[in-house]
């Protein structure tokens, strides 16, 4: 009967390095949109190159529990004495964020009402200001001067 480890790695940024024994079989579990996804995968060493190999076995959308007894009845066929196991957690849905209280609503002002232009005149034209021209430099007016 093969004996059911606990997966260990070490995550460096976004890559996962993990030593398996070989040969051996990897039970992996995860979950997607709330319903869990398992895979076994085979890992066995060349006799000749001396290359890490690896083929998948089993994919299934099962538990856990399915994809582990899959691995413990097919180990013998594979010669395997070790299954590396890692269950990843169910995700929790996240809380609804809380609502703020809703606010008393502003009270309005009442302002004057605005008088009505008279139905033959225009509303009068604002004054456009012009800049201010600018001055010769000292050079031209000494320039400029008889």
Known sequence: MATVLSLTSVGIGDVELFMPSPPCLVVNTFYVDGEPESSVVYVWQDAATG???SELVYMQPA???AALAWAEEHAPTRSVE???ARHAAKAEPKPAPKRKPARKA???RKTAPKKAASKGKAAPKKAVRKAPARKASVKRRVARKP
Do not use: S
């Open 51 to 53: 290359e890490l190999k």
């Open 63 to 65: 538990p856990f529990e």
């Open 82 to 84: 070790r299954i590396h």
């Open 106 to 108: 502003a009270v309005k």
